[in-house]
Structures are given as C-alpha cells and as structure tokens.
C-alpha cells in the first residue's frame, strides 16, 4: 500500500536509527517526547531502541499521516539540521533567513536553537510547506 503524501523516508529513519539511542529517528518522525526520553536514557537501555527496528514503518506511516509535503523536503532538512544544525543551515534551507544566519553567528545560540528545533522542526516545515501552496 503507498501513500500520495510521502513526507518522509524510511531510509533515512533507519538511518538515523543507526544513531537511535540517542532518539534522533523518533525526532525525525515527530515524536519528540519519546525521542527525549531515548536521548536520556540510550534508547530505554539499547532495548527500546531494538524494538524500534520493526516499529519504524509505523512511525512513517504515521508522520505521512500528519505532515503535510510541499517544497522543503522532510528529510532533506533533518539531514541538514542532525549534521550542521548549530550552523542554522537547516533554517535557510526552509527560508528562516534571520534565525539562520543568528544560528550561524551564535552557534545555534548555544545549543539552545538546536534542542527547540529537534522538538518542532517538522511542524516548521510543515508550516513553511502551507504557506508555499
């Protein structure tokens, strides 16, 4: 069964599920609360982040559910914000051009940038996505 709204991957879920016991897949599929829980506690103890094996095509069927597709791509801009998100480049990417370059200058102002976004970037594209259409 495919879906018409293909916001995210599932290459780039278990990709970062390589790197999941730092919660880094559950952010990409927008479940911040549980990715932070991950994040603190290395994947529930490396057995959560198993589990997560078989869990991720549910969890992008449910982000394809939730998010809506449009010109900046999901997966592009996490990619970007999990590798050069202090540098802001992930905020030019979705046209956020002030906060980008105060990225840029502050390295994500302190980090702090950083952690707000992992929380909220999905909804950032998502809105970024409507406001294009």
């Not at 959560?48 to 559910?65: Q, V």
């Not at 590798?83 to 480049?89: D, Q, S, T, V």
């Not at 990225?103 to 950032?124: A, E």
Request: glycine letters at 14%; proline letters at 2%; a positive charge.
């Amino acid at each position: 069964m495919t879906t018409t709204n293909d916001t995210h991957s599932k290459v780039v879920g278990y990709a970062l599920w390589l790197v999941g016991f730092t919660g880094a897949h559950r952010f990409y599929y927008g479940r911040p609360v549980s990715g932070t829980i991950w994040f603190f506690t290395l994947g529930l103890l490396g057995i959560g982040w198993l589990i997560d094996l078989f869990l991720i095509p549910g969890m992008d069927r449910s982000a394809d559910r939730r998010f809506q597709t449009g010109r900046s791509n999901y997966s592009v801009g996490w990619l970007l914000l999990s590798f050069l998100g202090l540098f802001g480049i992930h905020r030019f990417y979705i046209g956020k051009w002030l906060t980008g370059l105060l990225y840029l200058v502050t390295g994500g102002l302190v980090g702090i940038g950083y952690l707000y976004d992992l929380w909220t970037f999905n909804s950032q594209i998502n809105e970024a996505n409507a406001q294009r259409q």
